[in-house]
């Protein structure tokens, strides 16, 4: 028996949330973080409503996997919301899988990225092993994927942009995450894609391979495999890019490269057949697109591109190009809208004041925006700069569409004029068209119409419009030398989206220029 058929023949739970596809609730998204397994995994043999886990009291089941049940909790010491993933009693028995359990932890745990499920904490308490990690409202890219059809190709870019961020961090870390697929994406209201379940992941510590295997499952789902993986050989971060891209087809096309009636089939067609033609599935997509793509799926591992980071810049020249501009980012605009991991030597070796600048700017989420890119590109003083003419602006489908057409021309008055006059744009899109616009307005040297738009969303009692509206006017503060009220109001606007569930943090655009802002008046002081 080869290889191949022994790893599909085993003892495999079924891949996958069984949710409907109009389903978009914070449940839905919760399958996606609970491990491999289906709606018919037996439930917790008692009730855990109002059960106190250390500092996690557990509120309401969000659902359910293979391995494990998601709870949403109360972080009691800091008041908020959390998802606390349970290993259900029938595994804990079993050490391979309590083990494997933990060892999601310490993968995922040990990366810090805003792309990047973040877990805070593994634990064991009366017998019940759990895992408190980040509660995301949203729902997983295979949801998303059901109830839209095909990707508009600037969304599509736009997500996967973010999971090759995630993927070049784990890669960074010497993890492997060996099962990305779309359910393993979870997407927010805010437009963020968050990779999760890093519970197949394979490390590498001091220069060895710590790997879990064989433990009744199958390491990795066979409608994203790569071959190697199908075939059992050493993996590096190109298999993750191969099943990348089997999902980036998904995206684009509404159904996966390759189907079969059993695993083994599947896994078999990765092996030794060449995929479908997306040019022919999907007719409208670039050709920059389907090039990149393909080179993702290549069977050799050799032909793929070198690391997650090549696929983040080829994903952001093909997006600019998508909506208008051309322009290839360079690896260090690249690196200064992504945060590291929490032992970054190259941030060490920065003189102090470069690396003030970049941690301020690593606070920001990369969001699902280029929006920060252009900011890489500003001048001494990126608010004294006259404007440009817009070009022509594209009209999408969606609002949401719109909003990822404006994301890559962050300095386009036209592009997000354009959102905020959608009819069936939501109140967050038409916020983040404000802000943007306010934004255009203080580097255009229109400072009263900026405030005006600033002052309102600080008097909102929504808690993300205050937060946003007091990061500006923190910014407008410093541009009028008013250093007092720029610190005052920057802290107070960090501590609303540090400490607020709903804002978490502010907008990559605000953000960055809080951080400019904030470093402008250091140098002066200096």
């Not at 596809?21 to 709606?39: Q, R």
């Not at 059809?149 to 784990?170: F, N, R, S, T």
């Not at 229109?446 to 600033?454: Q, V």
Request: glycine letters at 8%.
């Amino acid at each position: 028996m080869s290889r191949a058929e022994k790893m599909m023949t085993e003892p495999k739970r079924p891949d996958g949330p069984q949710k409907s596809s109009g389903d978009s609730t914070p449940e839905a998204a919760a399958n996606a973080i609970s491990g491999s397994g289906n709606s018919a995994s037996p439930p917790m043999p008692f009730d855990l409503t109002g059960l106190t886990l250390g500092e996690f009291h557990l509120l309401r089941r969000l659902g359910k996997g293979g391995m494990a049940e998601v709870w949403l909790a109360e972080q009691t010491s800091l008041r908020r919301q959390v998802a606390v993933k349970i290993l259900r009693p029938d595994f804990v028995a079993d050490a391979s899988y309590v083990k494997r359990f933990r060892h999601e932890a310490t993968a995922a745990g040990s990366l810090n990225h805003p792309n990047i499920v973040q877990v805070y904490m593994v634990g064991e308490q009366d017998g019940i092993h759990f895992i408190a990690q980040e509660y995301v409202q949203g729902r997983n890219l295979k949801e998303f994927i059901t109830r839209k059809g095909p990707l508009e190709v600037p969304i599509a870019l736009h997500i996967l942009k973010q999971v090759a961020a995630a993927l070049q961090v784990a890669a960074t870390s010497g993890i492997v995450h060996r099962d990305i697929k779309p359910e393993n994406v979870l997407l927010t209201k805010k437009g963020e894609a968050k990779v999760a379940d890093f519970g197949l992941a394979q490390l590498s510590l001091h220069g060895e391979k710590v790997a879990l295997t064989q433990v009744g499952v199958t390491m990795g789902t066979p409608l994203y495999m790569s071959p190697e993986q199908v075939n059992g050989k050493p993996l590096d971060a190109r298999s993750d890019i191969y099943s990348m891209g089997v999902m980036a087809w998904h995206m684009l096309t509404g159904r996966p490269p390759f189907t079969g009636e059993t695993a083994l089939a599947v896994a078999v067609k990765h092996l030794n057949e060449v995929p479908p033609s997306l040019k022919e599935a999907r007719p409208d997509v670039p050709p920059g697109v389907v090039a990149l793509i393909e080179r993702m799926m290549s069977k050799k591992k050799e032909d793929r591109p070198a690391d997650a980071l090549a696929v983040a810049n080829d994903l952001k020249a093909l997006l600019r190009q998508a909506t208008g501009k051309e322009t290839p980012p360079s690896e260090a605009s690249f690196r200064q809208t992504t945060s590291l991991t929490r032992s970054t030597k190259p941030l060490l070796e920065r003189p102090l004041r470069d690396q003030m600048k970049w941690m301020m700017a690593a606070c920001v989420l990369v969001m699902a925006s280029t929006a920060g890119i252009g900011w890489a590109m500003r001048t001494p003083d990126p608010f004294l700069t006259e404007a440009t003419t817009p070009p022509h602006v594209q009209v999408l489908p969606s609002a949401e569409g719109q909003l990822y057409y404006a994301m890559g021309r962050p300095g386009d008055e036209a592009a997000w004029s354009a959102v905020k006059g959608r009819k069936d744009a939501t109140e967050l899109i038409q916020s983040r068209a404000d802000i943007n616009l306010a934004l255009i307005y203080l580097k255009t040297k229109r400072k009263p119409r900026a405030k005006e738009t600033f002052e309102q969303f600080e008097a909102s009692t929504d808690a993300w419009q205050k937060a946003h509206g007091k990061a500006g006017l923190a910014i407008l503060a410093g541009l009028e030398g008013d250093q007092n009220n720029l610190r005052k109001l920057g802290e107070q606007a960090r501590g609303m989206a540090t400490r607020s569930e709903s804002v978490k943090v502010l907008v990559p655009e605000i953000e960055e220029a809080l951080a400019d802002a904030l470093h402008r008046a250091e140098s002066r002081t200096k």
